[in-house]
């Protein structure tokens, strides 16, 4: 990545750029997360901006790293898509009861229209579910200073606060200016406070209450927090929006009142009554599902949404423009798009031409092997969620009739089984099937589908320095594996075949490693690794592969 | 009243979108004018359609992306890429089109047509004002396959709709690309300018 894009005082910036950029102003300690489109940017450009950024093997495991540090009293920042919030649910819904000392702000980053996702859910649910205040900026100066106000909320009331922002924010260029953001009150350190950190029924009871009395208070701050900008226009027309869909909406009624709520949860019923009751007829629109269409109907304030066809996909100027006028004319097909597919060079392709031609069920899981689903290889069969491939290679196993079992495999990327593969070998190893099971690992040596990112079994850290690595063959060997077998897919492809059918045919637990790297990586991979073992040999001149 | 131009920028994964959307915001920003753009990433470094919306205004701008029937140029990377635009496109348009298409691997497989010709052909008859580039004759002469999409900006500014001197792409250029291959990539402005010139269609 180049340099920011600026002139003196105006900076073109994305809107994952201006969070990075709001995290080096406002003082931010420690950044962490998992690459996911279109979250990715956000700890890559901080970490160029000199700030610490490192990838965790997952989002669960960056979310725990953030709490500690914001326990400790520094502010912290965690970057997900928005289904990496799913996995790191877990800690946000009791994150929510202990409370944070330093400010501690989760970016979850949605993917309507899923330009680059397996689903399209609507991440405002989760700030409802678990009782987190939740920001949502519709572009890159609201990114840059929502950021900055998160860690202040975050930390006036001791919550976790969630930063919403979707494709269209963060993958939009827009022009901001930097201003002066509150910096963090205090330097780390640590205090006791068991009764807030230790989630024992007795301590999380009250924490409960706790809670909810915070919720009440953000609610009663956000009546007059000043953040829910009101565009005065005409009052025959009120719209009630937020995130990106605020700009589509100025432009398709740049007539109409506007109130832009910008702090989405929770909401200010107060301003809301008052800003129904000043207009004619109100409108809300939103993209996703229709919650803040349901919020205030539940508080008593009639309002018109938007028909169910909006629900899915992306909101556009045309799009909301037909939500206004109630156009009832079926939308025009959208322009369809050439197909991704698996790289020239790349070496998913040999796998799974052998995998096809072997006649395999595969349960695949998510990355660029996913794209193995399209002709020519069309071997794909099921495609789930992170690390889904081997318990969903287990399940069919378990209840196929043996010679239907007998072909089925597991198939999961290296960054995709640091993520969330550990957990379903150990299934493998604690539950097998009668017939076996065989995992191949494609060990592009790369997080590929984000863009070359480093990962837990790479051996480098974010910024590509030397540090710890994880072993696959040695992690399968000891977790109770005994066929391993590690082999290049692009040297030998008979060879791979016959190893694979062996693997089959042996009704045995069988890990297969595919290692290559990734074609479009291949040459930044061995620079990084090359500048990774000189800074090796010169922290341990006796032993270059010390970590 | 503000004017605003609409400028889409389409292609496959690989052939520069992204930087020629670069280029020309660098050139609004330097010229002090509003911009936004928005594009597509993450699948696409896998050969799929991208497509880069850039909106540059001398007053305020809102969404980021364009409404259909609203681009006033459309600098298409790969012909089909340009094809499946159209409907973006506002009457009067200009369509700046590679000759050279790259076709899907579902029609290779199917043995689907898939004719830069025809799609030229359809392109014309769209009332869109078109300047066709062959964009293998100016690569071969600029000596890089990677200068395609500098060249159809070239080739843009060559007819003026994109609103550009070539003093301030050259500075954009010179701003946003690592230094050894500025020189490449203003020789590419250049000789897609030319091409503009030479090229069927052009002058319409």
Known sequence: ??????????????????????????????????????????????????????????????????LGAAFAGARAIVTMKHVGLNVAADVLFTAAYTGVTGGLVIVSADDPGMASSQNEQDNRHFARAAGVPMLEPADSQQA????????????????????????????????????????PPHDPHFERDIPARVMVPAYARPAHVRL??????????NEISGLNPRIEGDRSLGIVTSGVAT???????PQATVLQLTVTYPLPMGLLRDFAASVDRLLVIEEGDPILEHDLRAAGIPVEGKPE???????????????LTGNQEPEPPPVRGKPPMLCEGCSHRSVFTVLRKLGCIVAGDIGCYTLAVLPPFEAMDTCVCMGASIGVGLGLRHVLPPEEAKQVVSVIGDSTFMHSGLTGLAEMVYNPPPTGHVLLILDNGTTAMTGAQEHAGTGRNLIHDPTGKVVFEEVARAMGIRHVVVLDPMADEEGMEAEIRAALESGELAVIIARRA??????????????AAEKRAAAHPASPEAN | MSRTTNIMIAGVGGQGTVLAAKLVARAAMDAGLAVRSSETIGMAQRGGSVVSHVRVSDGPIDSPLMARGTADVLLGLEPGEAVRCLPYLRPGATVIANAHPVPPVSAALKRASYSGEAMLEYLGR?????????????CTEVGSPRVLNVALLGAALAT????????????????SVRKKFVDMNIQALHAGARAAGAGPGAGA
């Open chain 1, 212 to 221: 909810r009395d915070k919720l009440e208070r953000i609610a009663a701050w």
């Open chain 1, 309 to 323: 066809r909006f629900r899915f996909g992306e909101l556009t100027v045309d799009r909301v423009r037909r939500i």
């Open chain 1, 144 to 183: 840059y200073e929502l950021t900055g106000m998160a860690f202040a909320l975050s930390e006036r009331f001791s919550i976790p606060v969630i930063l919403r922002m979707t494709t269209r924010v963060c993958h939009s260029k827009t022009i901001m200016r930097r201003v002066p953001l509150d910096k």
């Open chain 2, 126 to 138: 769209t009332g869109a004002r078109l300047v066709v580039v062959d964009g293998d004759a100016v």
């Open chain 2, 160 to 175: 003026g709709a994109l609103g550009f001197t070539t003093a301030q792409l050259e500075a954009a250029i010179r701003e």
């Open chain 1, 247 to 253: 700009v589509h909406v100025r432009e398709a009624a």
């Open chain 1, 1 to 66: 990545m180049t340099a920011l894009a600026t002139t003196p005082d105006r900076l073109l910036v994305s809107g994952d750029e201006a969070v990075a950029l709001a995290c080096l102003d406002a003082g931010v300690r420690l950044g962490t997360g998992y690459p996911g489109t279109p979250s990715t940017e956000i700890l890559e450009t901080f970490a160029q901006l000199g700030g610490k950024a490192q990838w965790a093997p997952n989002e669960k495991v960056a979310m725990e790293v953030a």
């Open chain 1, 518 to 531: 990734c074609i479009l990586a291949a040459g930044k991979i061995r620079q990084w690794e090359k500048a």
